[in-house]
């Protein structure tokens, strides 16, 4: 039978509730409690996951939904264990359809809640999860900044904030979403102060390590501005990032050969990682040419004659260097490439190219006047 809940007054409601789980064997009784509704619901919450037994998905989404519709006439200095009661209750279920009932539950619960409401954080903590057991990332996580305007009048504490974070990382992660993740990883490194950066270490590192293993991920330079990875300056996991940051292929395999075992213990992909530093090499050389041999390429990234237009192929794809490869002539001619590094000397050069730009519109300018200006007074 599926069980429906009427527009009743509160104490009808948790009745109902108790009459409910208590035919389904629950061990709670009929009758409300003399002390009030929040002890109903209280010990309602206890037992709700009787249902989940055997219970169909609709009977159980409606019995949770009713739930909710009580917890939310609850007091907010009252409600904070009947919530986190409920939503301990919620990531327990188990089974893909299960998981999915508790989801839609555990969201309309987060977005019934006040949004001045503190309790909005412990509910998003475990709605993330239960939708990262069930691969559903992408309907409860936008981006950062739509994470942070979901707690614009009752922000969580730094530390809250942080655990918060790593959640996501792992949860981006595992639904493979590495941008995001890799998003989510700064974020985190961005709420630690000089005074504590060395408290990050773990956090440092685990973001250190998903940027390198991203396939996707190929500016680096924006992690060594990060004060808990500046902390971690002179250990061989800095070391390894600058080589991607700014150096070229062979001091890539100088590091490899100097220090396999260690690059093998972070479990990146050595293979994984030649691929990704003949792409970077081959941005650093865009930098300084505008036309490149087929056969400087072979000899820089240490391809074989016949891995060199496949490999220029692969460039194009990532859209990180915009170029016409010229088969017949065996060369590659080059238009414009992604700085690997964003520094002084790329500010300067923007600068340069700006001020020769608002020159160019100048001129521009001042001959459309000479044209303009000797029609209209022939008119007057």
């Not at 208590?22 to 249902?51: F, M, Y």
């Not at 190219?353 to 001129?363: H, P, T």
Request: a negative charge; hydrophobic letters at 40%; charged letters at 25%.
């Amino acid at each position: 039978m599926y069980f429906v809940f009427i527009d009743l007054a509160l104490d009808e409601h948790a009745q109902e509730l108790r009459t409910y789980l208590n035919g389904l064997g629950a061990e709670i009784s009929t009758e409300k409690s003399p002390k009030g509704v929040e002890d109903d619901l209280h010990k309602i919450i206890g037992v709700c996951d009787t249902c989940f037994k055997d219970a169909t998905e609709q009977e159980i989404e409606s019995v949770l939904n009713g739930i909710v519709s009580m917890l939310v006439t609850v007091p907010l200095e009252r409600a904070e264990n009947l919530v986190l009661a409920f939503c301990e209750k919620l990531i327990k279920a188990s089974g893909q359809n299960l998981k999915m009932v508790t989801l839609r539950v555990m969201w309309l619960l987060f977005q019934s809640l006040d949004e001045a409401s503190p309790m909005r954080y412990h509910v998003y903590f475990h709605l993330v999860q239960i939708a990262r057991s069930v691969d559903q990332m992408r309907h409860v996580f936008k981006d950062v900044t739509h994470l942070k305007s979901q707690f614009a009048l009752c922000p969580p504490s730094n530390e809250q904030m942080q655990k918060l974070l790593r959640l996501l990382h792992e949860a981006l992660l595992a639904s493979k979403n590495s941008e995001q993740a890799s998003k989510v990883m700064v974020e985190l490194l961005g709420t630690y102060t000089t005074e504590n950066a060395s408290q990050a270490r773990e956090d440092a590192q685990r973001c250190i390590l998903a940027a390198l293993a991203d396939p996707k991920t190929f500016l680096l330079d924006p992690l060594l501005a990060l004060k808990p990875v500046r902390f971690l300056e002179g250990e061989l996991i800095h070391d390894l990032l600058s080589v991607f940051v700014s150096e070229k292929l062979t001091s890539y395999q100088q590091f490899y050969h100097s220090h396999r075992e260690f690059v093998n213990g972070l479990g990146l992909n050595h293979e994984q990682n030649l691929k990704k530093m003949r792409l970077l090499t081959f941005m650093q050389l865009a930098e300084d040419s505008q036309e490149m041999s087929f056969q400087k390429i072979q000899e820089e990234l240490q391809l074989k004659a016949e891995e060199v237009e496949p490999f220029i192929i692969d460039v194009l794809k990532t859209k990180l260097v915009r170029a016409r490869m010229d088969q017949a002539a065996q060369k590659v001619h080059i238009s414009s490439t992604m700085h690997r590094t964003f520094g002084q000397p790329q500010w300067l050069q923007l600068r340069d190219i700006l001020l020769n730009w608002k020159q160019n519109m100048q001129s521009v300018q001042e001959g459309m006047s000479s044209i303009v200006k000797p029609k209209v007074e022939a008119k007057k």
